[in-house]
């Protein structure tokens, strides 16, 4: 069965502290998605509302401020996947037949700073992954997210000579596509010597506006079948043609290898199978909104979804096919870099 989005909502991000609270903003990108669609918070039989920093159930609270009509409601926490996974079960929910119009929506209102451990008294989730990352990097005083994505990027400057300015490169890229964007937070144009010239917060491998920052915001997205499209008079055009989930697998943690501990098989994996089942391939492929929570990541992302050859991450930004003009056009949204990384809304 098809599986249709009817309609989208989103809000404009926002600085931690300078939000609407979470309710607030997930109520108006469901609205937002609602209108976009043109139809009622009634015909919705399932939704699944993604956040990650805030306790169980707030999906209720965001959903109930919209319309209480007895549908189930699931929340999902999958880190910075969180709303991708939203939309995944969402599309399951309608292409398996058991709905035929279901809700996802994400929001997170988030503190300023760098993410952490929320529970010390615990098992981490995370402890073989930060466990490789230090035989990797060494005793790096960083906090989580940077040394995982800074190591990754480190080990690609080591392997294949990439220098840190292609990373900034990508940076300024991100900024003059967000000044177009305004749902972005930050949509000041940078040039790649004012990327190189900011904060450095790790010497020869990142400055600080390489770095996603936190934010707070909400996103929405209806997924229909076609048979209620139909029925309802909606739009038919954007289908879900292909959707993959993957996670690890015994040795990657074990690989010796920082672009694989952050996930580059993975990506490898999911590109490929989606690839299978929508028909096409990375030639195919026009515009792509991929995870640049480092701009760092972002190249690492070009070959693990087959836009290049592993080792052409730098020519192809060297080339402008990452931007518009070349063969890709990456994130012309801005990315996270440039919104921020509300985690359950992106």
Known sequence: ???????????????????????????????????DAGIAFEDVQQAYASYVYGDSTSGQRVIYRVGMTGIPIIN??????????ALFLARQAVESGVAECVLAVGFEQMAPGALGVVFPDRPSPLAEFDAATDRLIGDVDLPMTLRYFGGAGKAHMERFGTKMETFAKIRAKASRHAANNPLSVFRKEMTTQDVMGAQVIWPGVMTRPMACPPTCGAAAALVVSKGFAEKMGLDTTVQIRAQAMTTDKLLDPETGDMIEVVGARLSRDAARMVYEKAGVGPDDIDVIELHDCFAQNELISYEALGLCAESDGEKLVDDGDNTFGGKYVTNPSGGLLSKGHPLGAT
């Open 1 to 35: 069965m098809t599986a249709i989005i009817a309609g989208v909502g989103m809000i404009p991000f926002a600085k931690p502290g300078a939000s609407a609270p979470y309710d607030e903003m997930g109520e108006v990108a469901i609205r937002l998605a609602l209108d």
């Open 76 to 85: 999902v926490n999958n880190n910075c996947s969180s709303g991708s996974t």
